[in-house]
């Protein structure tokens, strides 16, 4: 399974990204999917996840009201609508899949065994 995740960029405050992440190869079995994020000396830090089978979705608080996570089964994809986007939200964002994730561990970063290559979002003031 390989996840490839695009639609970064550079963008000031208040405006809109959409995120994509495609999923190729036996995507069937992933549980999750999920978004994170990692800015220049943190860690790593959950965004949104979308619980395949049901659709419940789930947010950080710092993007709940901003951001949207949907899917398009037909195309194995997820993507991360980003609205009103503030200078804290520039990071690298990762898109994850899990295969084992429990519903307790979807802000979890080690409990996702697929990840995208990253694509930086960058918001200038």
């Known amino acids: 399974v390989q996840l490839q995740a695009c639609g970064g960029g550079l963008v000031q405050a208040g405006d809109s990204l959409r995120l994509s992440c495609a999923a190729s190869g036996r995507t069937a079995g992933f549980r999750v999917m999920a978004w994170f994020r990692q800015a220049p000396g943190k860690e790593r830090e959950f965004v949104s996840a979308l619980w395949w089978s049901s659709g419940t979705t789930y947010y950080a608080d710092s993007v709940k009201g901003r951001f949207t996570i949907s899917r398009d089964n037909a195309k194995s994809t997820v993507y991360l609508q980003m609205n009103s986007l503030k200078p804290e939200d520039t990071a690298v964002y990762y898109c994850?899949?899990?295969?084992?994730?429990?519903?307790?561990?979807?802000?979890?970063?080690?409990?996702?065994?697929?990840w995208g290559q990253g694509t930086q979002v960058t918001v200038s003031p």
């Open positions: 994850a899949g899990g295969t084992r994730t429990i519903l307790s561990a979807v802000r979890t970063d080690r409990s996702y065994d697929y």
